[in-house]
């Protein structure tokens, strides 16, 4: 069974900048974060192959404010958020894909984590 954990999760201002880490327990995964906003759906941030590390982020978020990022040695997958905004407040999940390709598309990810809370006051 594939196992995800993310950490790195917090409260912080507006204008911070926040990394979350993504270990994911085996090689061979495309990965992906993504966040879930209080009565809203979850959705995707970034997402990053494994074969290449292609990446892929959500059209409308502000360019340069997220990235994602691949160690394979320790099987980690970042995502660097600067700027951050109240709106930006989700729990933040990672989640691996059976495939090695890109995928962005949220029902091609199989194995998730719990989720971090990140929390941006203003």
């Known amino acids: 069974q594939v196992q995800v954990i993310e950490s790195g999760g917090g409260v912080v201002q507006t204008g911070d900048s926040l990394r979350l880490s993504c270990t994911v327990s085996?090689?061979?995964?495309?990965t992906g974060w993504f966040r879930q906003a209080p009565g809203k759906e979850r959705e995707i941030i970034a997402t990053?192959?494994?074969?290449?590390?292609?990446?892929?982020y959500r059209r409308d978020l502000q360019k340069g404010r997220f990235a994602i990022s691949r160690d394979s040695a320790k099987n980690t997958v970042d995502l660097q958020m600067n700027s951050l905004k109240p709106e930006d407040t989700a729990v933040y999940y990672c989640?691996?894909?059976?495939?090695?390709?890109?995928?962005?598309?949220?029902?091609?990810?199989?194995?998730w984590g719990r989720g971090t809370q990140v929390t941006v006051s203003s």
């Open positions: 989640a691996a894909s059976r495939f090695r390709r890109l995928i962005v598309v949220i029902e091609n990810f199989q194995y």
């Open positions: 085996g090689p061979g995964y495309a």
């Open positions: 990053i192959s494994w074969n290449d590390n292609s990446t892929y």
